[in-house]
């Protein structure tokens, strides 16, 4: 089992950043991964925002490109996600989920099928 823990979120005005972390634990041993950042406005459905996996593949929401960017500290077993230039339509919380023993693929990783979420971290840009 796999246990993953956001912090980092807060409230910012437009144009401003915010850095989320994801730290993973548990049964983290399998060299295959895939590591997403989703986020749930209210009254909407739970979209992909940027994914990465343990081949390095990056994936990000058109809506996020050029604005977020993914990292990953191996040693510390933790993504995350540099959020700069914020929009309100950002708004939402922010979770992080996982799948161990398998990358990301391009045409699944925005789905909300993985094996691991953590409990969410919220972002508010107003």
């Known amino acids: 089992h796999v246990q993953l823990v956001e912090s980092g979120g807060g409230s910012v005005q437009p144009g401003g950043s915010l850095r989320l972390s994801c730290t993973a634990s548990?049964?983290?041993?399998?060299?295959?991964?895939?590591m997403t950042w989703f986020r749930q406005a209210p009254g909407k459905e739970r979209e992909g925002v940027a994914a990465l996996d343990s081949d390095g593949t990056t994936l990000y929401a058109d809506s996020v490109k050029g604005r977020f960017t993914l990292s990953r500290d191996n040693a510390r077993n933790a993504l995350y996600l540099q959020m700069n230039n914020l929009k309100r339509e950002d708004t939402g919380m922010y979770y992080c989920?996982?799948?161990w023993g398998t990358g990301c693929y391009s045409g699944s990783w925005a789905r909300p099928n993985y094996d691991y979420w953590g409990q969410g971290t919220q972002v508010t840009v107003s």
């Open positions: 989920a996982a799948d």
């Open positions: 548990g049964d983290t041993t399998n060299r295959y991964w895939c």
